[in-house]
């Protein structure tokens, strides 16, 4: 599986003409199948980030490979001026299997972001005198967009690329005092995100949650729940708004929706739907191979009961990280699903991740000292047994020696 190209000669043209904008290793992953990459060089690796918990059924699962070839064949792009069949049969799909009625598509989870935000916005005009304020959470990550970076709580961008887009306030996560303090007139929506991803893996509070939504309709503030990670299947639910008991107004998705294309939605409830013509819109939302994609991934994971699995294998790994906690002093162990997170004892999270990344196991450390798990939602248990086989290695090399 050796690539003809040579890597090296590739990296060094990739270190000339890709704008620097990360760190990246001096890898270049050329095949995916099931839960493992190869990289040009032949070397195969074992995938728990899941391309940044979106590779919902893993690497290019037959289903999506033959979604994108049967499609193409059909229609590519009719225009986002005309509806095409696989748009309207995944917004239907979407809304049977939601509390919601209404869909719009995009293309990645920032832009559904930006959609929910102009909906509240557009709600807060029409209903609320114009009220325009959105609260958000300390930590919360919404989207690299400038508006969505302004709704994002992440402390490293307080200060960056200012001015920001105005209207958003951020309060720490399941603290309802300072919750009900923030609201004011002017409050439009409380965006959420069930189970903060990027911030770590740190879910919102059952008691919170229903406080929040009895204030939210007592006081015509519409919730948005940004589910672009913990969506499609991600915490063992279809959409982690059901293990709360209560329905967002908003929901956007993004990441697993797609399986690894790009797409992403805001859904709605048909009371919400109050855009005129114009107000939102884009050149690829709801494009036909996107939409087939799409279509197939969502109808895969509610036929296959695979939000089951992805219960058993959680709870799988929690136990087994439970079984290394006093072993390796690990903090914290947490998640819901295949969103999984825990502490170590050290500032040490780049080590183990580039100490996994040369055994061939990918992992990611959203903060210094965490380290968090999000592999396709198809991961087997033979596969939780091998990614525990290299971690317990690694652990034991970084934390004992
Ligand atoms: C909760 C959440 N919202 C929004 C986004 C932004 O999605 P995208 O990178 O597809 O724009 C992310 C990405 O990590 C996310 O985790």
């Given at each position: 599986m050796k690539n003809a190209m040579n890597t090296s000669k590739l990296i060094q043209e990739a270190n000339k003409h890709i704008l620097y904008t990360t760190e990246r290793p001096d890898i270049i992953m050329a095949k995916g199948k099931g839960v493992y990459l190869w990289d040009t060089e032949g070397k195969k690796y074992l995938d728990f980030i899941g391309g940044w918990a979106v590779t919902s059924l893993g690497h290019c699962p037959d289903v999506m490979v033959k979604a994108i070839e049967n499609q193409a064949k059909e229609l590519?792009?009719?225009?986002?001026a005309y509806y095409n069949i696989p748009m309207i049969q995944f917004a239907s799909l979407l809304a049977e299997h939601s509390c919601f009625d209404r869909v719009f598509f995009s293309n990645s989870g920032s832009e559904a972001n930006e959609s929910a935000i102009k909906l509240a916005r557009k709600y807060g005009e029409k209903y609320?005198?114009?009220a325009f304020e959105i609260i958000t959470t300390i930590d919360s990550f919404h989207g690299r967009t400038l508006a969505t970076m302004s709704a994002s709580g992440k402390k490293y961008w307080e200060?960056?690329?200012?001015?920001k887009v105005r209207g958003f306030k951020h309060v720490a996560l399941n603290d309802l005092e300072v919750l009900i303090a923030t609201?004011?007139?002017?409050?439009?929506a409380i965006m959420l995100e069930p189970i903060q991803g990027e911030g770590g893996v740190y879910e919102i509070d059952l008691a919170y949650i229903k406080k929040i939504k009895e204030i939210c309709d007592k006081e015509n503030i519409l919730l948005i729940f940004d589910?672009?990670?913990?969506?499609?299947?991600?915490?063992?639910?279809?959409?982690?708004?059901e293990h709360y008991g209560i329905e967002p107004d908003i929901m956007t998705l993004g990441k697993g929706i797609g399986g690894g294309y790009p797409l992403s939605a805001m859904l709605t409830k048909e009371k919400f739907n109050?855009?005129?013509?114009?107000n939102q819109g884009g050149?690829?939302?709801?494009q036909p191979l996107g939409m087939r994609v799409g279509l197939e991934v969502v109808k895969e994971i509610i036929e296959k009961d695979i939000p089951k699995s992805v219960c058993i294998q959680g709870n799988y790994i929690l136990e087994k990280l439970t079984n290394l906690r006093d072993r390796f002093s690990l903090n914290n162990i947490r998640g819901k699903g295949l969103l999984i997170a825990f502490d170590l004892p050290l500032e040490k999270g780049s080590h183990v991740v580039s100490e996994c990344l040369g055994k061939g196991l990918l992992l990611n450390a959203p903060k210094p000292a965490t380290i968090r798990l999000m592999p396709?939602?198809?991961?087997?248990k033979e596969e939780v047994d091998e990614m525990f086989a290299i971690l317990e290695e690694v652990l034991e090399d970084i934390l004992k020696n």
């Amino acid at each position: 599986m050796k690539n003809a190209m040579n890597t090296s000669k590739l990296i060094q043209e990739a270190n000339k003409h890709i704008l620097y904008t990360t760190e990246r290793p001096d890898i270049i992953m050329a095949k995916g199948k099931g839960v493992y990459l190869w990289d040009t060089e032949g070397k195969k690796y074992l995938d728990f980030i899941g391309g940044w918990a979106v590779t919902s059924l893993g690497h290019c699962p037959d289903v999506m490979v033959k979604a994108i070839e049967n499609q193409a064949k059909e229609l590519i792009n009719g225009s986002p001026a005309y509806y095409n069949i696989p748009m309207i049969q995944f917004a239907s799909l979407l809304a049977e299997h939601s509390c919601f009625d209404r869909v719009f598509f995009s293309n990645s989870g920032s832009e559904a972001n930006e959609s929910a935000i102009k909906l509240a916005r557009k709600y807060g005009e029409k209903y609320k005198k114009n009220a325009f304020e959105i609260i958000t959470t300390i930590d919360s990550f919404h989207g690299r967009t400038l508006a969505t970076m302004s709704a994002s709580g992440k402390k490293y961008w307080e200060k960056l690329f200012e001015p920001k887009v105005r209207g958003f306030k951020h309060v720490a996560l399941n603290d309802l005092e300072v919750l009900i303090a923030t609201i004011n007139l002017n409050t439009c929506a409380i965006m959420l995100e069930p189970i903060q991803g990027e911030g770590g893996v740190y879910e919102i509070d059952l008691a919170y949650i229903k406080k929040i939504k009895e204030i939210c309709d007592k006081e015509n503030i519409l919730l948005i729940f940004d589910e672009v990670q913990t969506g499609i299947g991600r915490t063992g639910k279809l959409f982690a708004y059901e293990h709360y008991g209560i329905e967002p107004d908003i929901m956007t998705l993004g990441k697993g929706i797609g399986g690894g294309y790009p797409l992403s939605a805001m859904l709605t409830k048909e009371k919400f739907n109050i855009f005129e013509a114009g107000n939102q819109g884009g050149t690829y939302s709801a494009q036909p191979l996107g939409m087939r994609v799409g279509l197939e991934v969502v109808k895969e994971i509610i036929e296959k009961d695979i939000p089951k699995s992805v219960c058993i294998q959680g709870n799988y790994i929690l136990e087994k990280l439970t079984n290394l906690r006093d072993r390796f002093s690990l903090n914290n162990i947490r998640g819901k699903g295949l969103l999984i997170a825990f502490d170590l004892p050290l500032e040490k999270g780049s080590h183990v991740v580039s100490e996994c990344l040369g055994k061939g196991l990918l992992l990611n450390a959203p903060k210094p000292a965490t380290i968090r798990l999000m592999p396709p939602l198809t991961v087997n248990k033979e596969e939780v047994d091998e990614m525990f086989a290299i971690l317990e290695e690694v652990l034991e090399d970084i934390l004992k020696n």
